[in-house]
């Protein structure tokens, strides 16, 4: 018996000695991936320290000292990844409160043009402080938004054969609710910020021109988004100064926006409770619009992004779907491919109460597990993975 054991392995090892010589070979004429490789260097605990940081400024509510104080903070971090950072600056006044009769009028469909089917609970925006239990977080969101000049903060990795061309990169770091703002949108600010990260690396190259965007006002309409698109969209693809071989403002070839990563638990219950743990079906919900005018090239990115997804996201996978809305693409719609990625689809499926603690007391960083914080990671190296490979990027000895 032994024996016979012992023959059987030799050959075994045998046969595999001679199988993994040739995959050596194969490995040894195709090069690594350097993609594969980049999206190695995200990791969850990273990527939890980054939500956690950006929490200790409150609901970072735009117009108050806590969301100039978290622009500050991350502009720090950016720049102590090597990455080079500059500000929008704009002014919010905000209009006069808008009557009873607006809303979403009565076609039947949610925001973004989606059909809301089964179970729904209601949404809004707290504004109560006492439902913050938390005295110190309480205290913490207590100044008041004021009108008047606002910034975001932004950095730049510079392609090195087409610094010309760019893809922005972005989420929003404002927020509301009397909560730490840590799901809507510290955890898409965070992924951007990881992926600041990792791209600045001194070993990493990349031919194109990748801009790390973390918008201001996007709770009261994007406005940042806007003023961004107002000061700059006029100095695309200029040289400046002429054979300098600096490009201010690169040519935008696509937008990609990270809005609510982590709560994917799914549908309310009929008694209009949730789940309690993240569904094991959980997916990264990629978002173009089909009514706007850059709709195929937006829903091509969409697909890119899909396919990254499946190539090197560990846990969960994407769909792909055509009612992008609310959030900061929104205002580059129009003008050049961009989609966003979300833990549910924005309209029917957030918009009909999917994530509970959406603008509530409750989107505390205390409130998610890690299997909701590896969704987002999961994002995150869905979109590094489709940038870096958009981009040329190679790893450097
Ligand atoms: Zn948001």
């Given at each position: 018996m032994r024996l016979s054991i012992l023959?059987?392995?030799?050959?075994?090892l045998l046969s595999c000695g001679t199988t993994a010589l040739a995959q050596a070979t194969e490995t040894a004429a195709a090069a690594p991936d350097p993609v594969r490789t980049l999206v190695g260097r995200l990791e969850l605990e990273k990527y939890k320290a980054t939500i956690k940081g950006l929490t200790q400024f409150g609901d970072r509510r735009q117009?108050?000292?806590?969301?100039?104080?978290?622009?500050?903070?991350?502009?720090?971090?950016?720049?102590?990844?090597?990455?080079?950072?500059?500000?929008?600056?704009y002014v919010y006044d905000p209009p006069p409160a808008a009557g009873a009769g607006r809303g979403r009028g009565n076609?039947?469909?949610?925001?973004?043009?989606?059909?809301?089917?089964?179970?729904?609970?209601?949404?809004?925006?707290n504004t109560d402080p006492m439902k913050q239990p938390d005295e110190?977080?309480?205290?913490?969101?207590?100044?008041?938004?004021?009108p008047g000049p606002r910034e975001m903060v932004f950095c730049t990795k510079v392609g090195s054969t087409h610094p010309e061309e760019m893809y922005i990169v972005s989420g929003h770091m404002d927020g509301h609710g009397w909560g730490e703002a840590a799901n809507d949108d510290g955890s898409g600010t965070a992924l951007v910020m990881e992926l600041?990260?990792?791209?600045?690396?001194?070993?990493?190259?990349?031919?194109?021109?990748?801009?790390?965007?973390?918008?201001?006002?996007?709770?009261?309409?994007?406005?940042?988004?806007?003023?961004?698109?107002?000061?700059?969209?006029?100095?695309?693809?200029?040289?400046d100064p002429p054979g300098s071989g600096k490009y201010p403002e690169p040519k935008w070839l696509g937008m990609i926006?990270?809005?609510?990563?982590?709560?994917?638990?799914?549908?309310?219950?009929?008694?209009?409770?949730?789940?309690?743990?993240?569904?094991?079906e959980a997916d990264v919900n990629i978002e173009f619009q089909s009514n706007s005018k850059m709709a195929a090239e937006s829903q091509k990115l969409a697909w890119m992004l899909e396919a990254a997804n499946e190539k090197y996201a560990t846990d969960y996978p994407a769909a792909v779907g055509p009612h992008m809305t609310n959030t900061d693409s929104g205002p580059f719609m129009d003008i050049i491919p961009a989609i966003s990625l979300r833990e549910n689809e924005r309209g029917v499926q957030i918009g009909n109460g999917w994530d509970p603690q959406w603008h509530q007391p409750t989107d505390v960083y205390a409130t998610y597990t890690d299997k909701d914080f590896r969704l987002g990671l999961?994002?995150?190296?869905?979109?590094?993975?489709?940038?870096?490979g958009l981009t040329g990027a190679t790893l450097g000895k």
């Amino acid at each position: 018996m032994r024996l016979s054991i012992l023959t059987l392995t030799i050959g075994s090892l045998l046969s595999c000695g001679t199988t993994a010589l040739a995959q050596a070979t194969e490995t040894a004429a195709a090069a690594p991936d350097p993609v594969r490789t980049l999206v190695g260097r995200l990791e969850l605990e990273k990527y939890k320290a980054t939500i956690k940081g950006l929490t200790q400024f409150g609901d970072r509510r735009q117009g108050t000292d806590r969301n100039r104080a978290a622009v500050d903070w991350i502009e720090a971090q950016l720049k102590s990844y090597g990455c080079p950072t500059e500000r929008i600056k704009y002014v919010y006044d905000p209009p006069p409160a808008a009557g009873a009769g607006r809303g979403r009028g009565n076609t039947g469909l949610a925001v973004g043009g989606g059909r809301p089917r089964g179970d729904r609970i209601p949404t809004g925006v707290n504004t109560d402080p006492m439902k913050q239990p938390d005295e110190t977080l309480r205290a913490l969101n207590m100044q008041p938004t004021t009108p008047g000049p606002r910034e975001m903060v932004f950095c730049t990795k510079v392609g090195s054969t087409h610094p010309e061309e760019m893809y922005i990169v972005s989420g929003h770091m404002d927020g509301h609710g009397w909560g730490e703002a840590a799901n809507d949108d510290g955890s898409g600010t965070a992924l951007v910020m990881e992926l600041a990260r990792i791209f600045s690396a001194p070993d990493v190259t990349t031919e194109r021109t990748i801009r790390f965007a973390l918008w201001n006002n996007e709770e009261t309409g994007s406005q940042a988004a806007r003023a961004y698109i107002g000061q700059r969209q006029a100095l695309q693809g200029k040289e400046d100064p002429p054979g300098s071989g600096k490009y201010p403002e690169p040519k935008w070839l696509g937008m990609i926006q990270h809005d609510m990563m982590m709560f994917d638990h799914g549908m309310p219950l009929p008694d209009g409770t949730m789940r309690k743990e993240q569904r094991a079906e959980a997916d990264v919900n990629i978002e173009f619009q089909s009514n706007s005018k850059m709709a195929a090239e937006s829903q091509k990115l969409a697909w890119m992004l899909e396919a990254a997804n499946e190539k090197y996201a560990t846990d969960y996978p994407a769909a792909v779907g055509p009612h992008m809305t609310n959030t900061d693409s929104g205002p580059f719609m129009d003008i050049i491919p961009a989609i966003s990625l979300r833990e549910n689809e924005r309209g029917v499926q957030i918009g009909n109460g999917w994530d509970p603690q959406w603008h509530q007391p409750t989107d505390v960083y205390a409130t998610y597990t890690d299997k909701d914080f590896r969704l987002g990671l999961n994002a995150a190296q869905t979109t590094l993975g489709a940038v870096a490979g958009l981009t040329g990027a190679t790893l450097g000895k």
